[in-house]
């Protein structure tokens, strides 16, 4: 499967932005999806994840009560509803699918990568 990740951009501090990743070449419905971040320097992140059996949504401590993750499966697309953004936001955000059911957290559990979207936010 492949996955395709836009939205991001620059912003200022308290500000929003939505991230999509678009699938194709696989049936997204049996993919469990997560977004994933990256900042300068450090280790990439679990942010959030969609189960694809009912839904379930987790997320980091770092980002709950302000970032959403939802998808269409209709329209091949997991989504990334990001609030209240924070400079220590700014990071290279992903997307991955997951076809087993694997921890949603942890990266190992996803087969596959999108190539990554750039948030920055400003103070």
């Known amino acids: 499967v492949q996955l395709q990740a836009s939205g991001g951009g620059l912003v200022q501090a308290g500000g929003s932005l939505r991230l999509s990743c678009a699938a194709s070449?696989?049936?997204?419905?049996?993919?469990?999806m997560g977004w994933f971040r990256q900042a300068l320097e450090k280790e990439r992140e679990f942010v959030a994840a969609?189960?694809?059996?009912?839904?379930?949504?987790y997320y980091a401590d770092s980002v709950k009560g302000r970032f959403t993750i939802s998808r269409d499966n209709a329209k091949n697309t997991v989504y990334l509803q990001m609030n209240n953004l924070k400079p220590e936001d700014t990071a290279i955000y992903y997307c991955?699918?997951?076809?087993?059911?694997?921890?949603?957290?942890?990266?190992?559990?996803?087969?596959?990568w999108g190539q990554g979207t750039l948030v920055t936010v400003s103070s």
């Open positions: 991955a699918a997951d076809s087993l059911v694997g921890t949603p957290s942890d990266q190992r559990t996803y087969e596959y």
């Open positions: 070449g696989g049936t997204f419905s049996s993919y469990g």
């Open positions: 969609i189960s694809r059996i009912n839904g379930r949504t």
